[in-house]
């Protein structure tokens, strides 16, 4: 089966990362969905891609780590995207998890560069054991020793490697790294059909980002990925 990512929510419909996204992508039945984690000052997990705050609202200066989550909860991200959603603000980890269904597959990404949020592992995997939601999962990160951290927690959690760059042979560099990696996260940039045999060679599977073009998708599952990440819900619902 093809799992395709809703990649932040539904985020043509709502504003990317809100439980309004969120909600539209279930709606559509998706069945896989992709969220950014980052950490407030005060150390609890905020669902958002940018580690600034300016695009989603023009006022708030900084970045996420610079505010508490109470103050976070008095920015609004939602009137940017359209005045329907006034009001939006950006979630916890912890109030996603309350609207995901069990049979879900949640990738969470850990937005771990240039800020690097010591400790967000930790607070990651207790957040996901008091929701029971170590099942259906992938962690992903840009930051391997992110990965890594994750791992030395908790060894049994499938660890998903995100590559923005074309690096040579990835798949070597994933096997070589020790970790507990199920998946191979590539730019879809620069993923050809000898790519994803490699990836597949090597026992990884492969979703790459972000895909929302039809014609593109349909050349990468003839390549034979396992899914894409995917702002267009035609994809993501399919
Ligand atoms: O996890 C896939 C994709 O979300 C990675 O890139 O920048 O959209 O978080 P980005
Ligand atoms: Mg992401």
């Known amino acids: 089966m093809t799992l395709n990512f809703a990649h932040r929510g539904s985020l043509t419909e709502a504003p990317e990362n809100t439980l309004p996204a969120f909600k539209k992508a279930i709606w559509h039945g998706a069945k896989a969905l992709e969220l950014d984690v980052q950490l407030s000052k005060d150390n609890h997990l905020i ?32 009137e940017t995207f359209s005045e329907e959603f006034k009001g939006v603000t950006l979630p916890t980890l912890d109030q996603v998890l309350h609207i995901c269904p069990a049979d879900l597959l949640l990738n969470i990404e850990i937005k771990n560069i240039p800020v690097i949020y010591d400790g967000i592992e930790q607070i990651l995997l207790k957040t996901l054991h008091e929701h029971d939601r170590l099942n259906n999962l992938v962690i992903s990160s840009f930051d391997h020793v992110a990965l890594k951290k994750v791992q030395e927690i908790n060894s049994t959690i499938p660890l998903g490697m995100l590559f923005y760059y074309r690096i040579l042979n990835p798949w070597d560099y994933a096997s070589a790294s020790g970790l507990n990696i199920q998946s191979i996260h590539p730019n879809q940039i620069y993923v050809d059909q000898t790519f994803v045999q490699s990836c597949k060679r090597n026992g990884y599977d492969i979703y790459p980002f972000t895909v929302s073009d039809q014609e593109r998708y349909k050349e990468l599952l003839e390549y034979g990925v396992d899914g894409v990440f995917s702002n267009n819900p035609e994809i993501f619902k399919s």
Not at 67 to 77: A, R
């Open 47 to 78: 669902v958002c891609h940018d580690h600034k705050l300016s695009r989603f609202n023009k006022d708030a200066e900084g970045l996420i780590k610079d505010y508490t989550l109470e103050e976070i909860q008095q920015i609004d991200v939602g």
